[in-house]
């Protein structure tokens, strides 16, 4: 079973004693051949998870780099299909490190529920995030995801009280996204000193491992939250590099293995051992 | 699965989700669930309130000059030759257009919840000055979100709105229009999520806003009724709306529903046409899918990304429309009709000459349709069309299409 793929990789982890790096990075951005040579070489650079966006016209939680990397991606002919075709190729070099597609959900829904699930599991993919779909309207979506062996991972944010908790940790798998700042993607920095107790209060809700992200751009920041968190996930800052190093006519996949392979190092040096 | 309704129980929807059929319900991000689900108890609670309802139309009445008149449009009735028509005014309105109802609604509701900062998204800038007008006449903070490009196309809107206080934020992402403005209104919520509104200003949106802004509109619906009775001495056989997100529309459209016998027609924006893909028409020329927290007909493409909308009115130039009226359509129980925009500048321009009135390009589409309604109607028909706004505003957009400089 494909959720296993998230399940071994995070005992492994737990044996380690430390938390995973996990970067994002948008499919098709710049291009198919680049997302696809960057998302090869992101095990190597230390990505014990990797977070995969699918490009959507309208995406109401993204900041400006996030944006930015959907438009680009768009605009290079990225559809649903490259995006699985892909996972696919990664698939065929690395059997070990899981892959979440996170995206929005009116792409979800253009393909319908079972076939999006069928077609995910095939390409490689272990675990779906769909940002703008809540537990309440996701009832169908997880019967089918589930039918295909791929992990619902929920999102858990500051806005989330303990009575919501219930419902948000419901029917989910895998881990958990705490999503630490109030707001979109890449603006606001996250607080670890707040992130620590959310941490907590979500892992006891869910009984899984908790990733945080939103709000995570430097190797400082991505090892005070590594020494809370299960996983530190870190999007905008990857992302900003691609279109750094378009605007300087510069090898947008490298630059970007580099940022990922700094930021592993220190998530992965970040705590030695939790007990 | 649609639920077909049973007869005459049309007016009974959203559904305890917020759905009407398998259209609306709330599909927002996390960090904004528990806002919606607070202001979807806070509206339930201040609807069932006497007291915030007088209030409401305490203003209606003395700020915004309703009622607006029920007028029988004689000479357009000789024009085209058939039934009555009758031009609901709500160009009469303060500010111009039915956008204030709402506005003046959610401004009240948004002063009961405590909320200090007010939002808004804006494409004409119709809905940007009615809630920078309510928010100057209760002295509250508000920023209005507008595509850049739409800035720079309604200036004097932009600088109506400055004067009234409000801060118009030109949105650059995307394709910088309506759709844009809309999303970085969402962000901006997700972001101040403990003292900020988000005054949505059409009957769309996650619930409760679709049914929410339906409410609020509804005085047109429930005047009009009340106006056709004393003048006529019974109901319209056909009610006739633009439809941009829909809420001018649904406004007259609700306290109709339940009555069969009332015909009830939506006008979409077909723009250059419905065989080219410059349009602004969701139900006529898009399919189901999820956009801004409902689910409803939106123009999108084979891969599920939103495709820009396209009309002369800028009212009108949205790719979605509220989830009551994909579902009104998918029952059977409202017709949509398109209208293009040199048929919407020719209904303006016989709208003037013959009565006097200048409408706005968003109503002129409903007019366009006339002749269609009215046969739809017979000779001793009834027909009530929703006049949503004055053309003051739409006068550079007209000159330029008349090859006219102002
Ligand atoms: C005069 C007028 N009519 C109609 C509309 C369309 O909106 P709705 O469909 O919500 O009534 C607008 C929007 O700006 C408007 O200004």
């Given amino acids: ?275 | 699965m649609n639920t077909i309704a049973k007869p005459n129980d049309f007016s009974a929807y959203p559904d305890a989700h917020g759905r009407f059929g398998d259209y609306g319900g709330l599909y927002v991000p996390e960090i904004l669930m528990p806002l919606v689900k607070e202001l979807g108890e806070a509206y339930a609670a201040a609807k069932a309130d006497e007291g915030f309802q007088a209030e409401l139309g305490g203003f209606l009445k003395h700020y915004v000059g309703r009622p607006s008149p029920l007028y029988f449009a004689e000479r357009l009735t000789a024009h085209f030759g058939g039934a009555k028509i009758y031009l609901k005014r709500e160009e009469l309105n303060h500010t111009g257009a039915h956008k204030i109802n709402n506005c003046m609604g959610q401004i009240l509701l948004a002063m009961r919840m405590g909320k200090t900062r007010i939002i808004a998204e804006t494409g004409a800038g119709q809905h940007g000055v009615a809630t920078a007008t309510v928010c100057a006449r209760f002295g509250l903070p508000c920023v209005v979100y507008m595509g850049a490009v739409d800035v720079e196309r309604q200036a004097p809107n932009v600088l109506r709105m400055n004067l009234l206080g409000a801060e118009v934020r030109p949105v650059t992402s995307g394709a910088a229009t309506l759709k844009d403005a809309m999303n970085e209104a969402m962000r901006d919520w997700a972001t101040n999520v403990h003292d900020t509104y988000y005054l949505i200003g059409t009957a769309a949106g996650p619930h409760p806003y679709p049914a929410m802004v339906r409410d609020f509109q509804a005085v047109i619906g429930i005047e009009a009724k009340a106006q056709m009775l004393e003048a006529e001495g019974r109901l319209p056989d056909a009610v006739v709306a633009c439809v941009g997100g829909g809420s001018n529309a649904i406004g007259i459209f609700h306290p109709f529903l339940d009555d069969e016998s009332v015909k009830l027609f939506g006008v979409e924006a077909a723009g250059h046409g419905m065989d080219t893909d410059q349009h602004a028409a969701a139900i006529n020329g898009g399919r189901p899918g999820v956009l801004h927290g409902n689910k409803t007909y939106l123009l999108q493409d084979r891969d599920g990304q939103i495709l820009e909308a396209h009309s002369i009115s800028a009212g009108l130039d949205y790719p979605g429309i509220g989830p009551e009226h994909s579902w009104l359509h998918d029952v059977g129980r409202a017709t949509y009709l398109t209208c293009t925009d040199d048929e919407a500048l020719e209904a303006l321009q016989l709208c003037t000459r013959l009565e006097g009135i200048i409408p706005a390009l968003e109503s002129s589409h409903a007019l366009a349709r006339l002749d269609e309604v009215t046969r739809a109607v017979g000779k001793d028909g009834l027909v009530v069309l929703n006049l949503s706004g004055r053309g003051d505003k739409d006068l550079a957009t007209v000159a330029a299409h008349l090859g006219r400089k102002i």
């Fill in chain 1, 1 to 275: 079973m494909t959720v296993s793929r998230i399940e071994a990789r995070f005992a492994r982890l737990k044996a380690e004693g430390r938390a995973a790096f996990v970067p994002y990075i948008m499919a098709g951005d710049p291009d198919a051949a680049t997302a696809l040579k960057i998302l090869k070489g992101l095990p190597a650079a230390g990505a014990d998870l990797i977070e995969v966006g699918f490009p959507f016209s309208d995406p109401m939680a993204e900041g400006p780099p996030i944006q930015r990397a959907a438009l680009r991606a768009l605009a290079a002919g990225t559809t649903l299909d490259t995006v699985l075709d892909t996972i696919r190729q990664f698939r065929e070099g690395d059997q070990e490190t899981p892959i979440i597609l996170m995206g929005y959900l009116n792409i979800v829904l253009n393909r319908g529920f079972k076939a999006f699930a069928t077609d995910a599991a095939a390409a490689g993919v272990d675990g779906l995030i769909v940002v703008d779909c809540p537990p309440e309207e996701a009832g169908p979506m997880a019967d089918a995801l589930d039918a295909a062996g791929v992990a619902l991972i929920r999102l858990a944010t500051p806005t989330t009280d303990d009575a919501r908790l219930k419902v948000v940790t419901a029917r989910t798998s895998g881990f958990v996204y705490y999503v630490s700042v109030a707001g979109v993607t890449g603006v606001k920095e996250a607080d670890a000193a707040a992130v620590a107790p959310a941490v907590a209060r979500v892992r006891a809700a869910s009984g899984l491992p908790v990733a945080v992200g939103f709000g995570i751009r430097t190797p400082e920041r991505a090892a005070a939250v590594a020494r809370v968190a299960d996983a530190v996930v870190v999007g905008s800052a990857l992302v900003d590099e691609i279109a750094d190093a378009i605007a300087q006519n510069r090898d947008a996949g490298a630059k970007v293995l580099e940022t990922a392979g700094a930021l592993a190092k220190s998530v992965r040096s970040a705590r030695v051992s939790r007990d």
